[in-house]
């Protein structure tokens, strides 16, 4: 399991954003505050707090592909 923030600013951002995870075979959850859902729902994402960073938990040991597919959306 790996974790790192990501910001997601725009309605166009958050459809790239489940464009690029539901090509995934694994398990990604997006966490703000104590609010956790399916980083593969759009409706899910919109629930969350979008004006602050996201923490993204991906199930799966190797990440470097998706880090790499997400890039534009990771903060610290």
Same mark, same amino acid.
């Given at each position: 399991?790996?974790?790192?923030?990501?910001?997601?600013?725009?309605?166009?951002?958050?459809?790239?954003?489940?464009?690029?995870?539901?090509?995934?075979?694994?398990? $990604?959850? %997006?966490?703000?505050?104590?609010?956790? &859902? +399916? =980083?593969?729902?759009?409706?899910?994402?919109?629930?969350?707090?979008?004006?602050?960073? $996201?923490? %993204?938990?991906?199930?799966?040991?190797? &990440? +470097? =592909?998706?880090?790499?597919?997400?890039?534009?959306?990771?903060?610290?």
């Amino acid at each position: 399991m790996n974790t790192f923030n990501i910001k997601l600013s725009t309605i166009e951002d958050i459809r790239k954003f489940v464009e690029i995870v539901t090509r995934q075979d694994y398990d $990604i959850d %997006l966490s703000s505050g104590r609010y956790v &859902v +399916d =980083a593969k729902s759009i409706m899910g994402i919109f629930s969350l707090d979008l004006m602050n960073k $996201i923490l %993204l938990t991906a199930h799966t040991e190797n &990440v +470097d =592909a998706l880090k790499a597919e997400l890039a534009d959306y990771i903060v610290a």
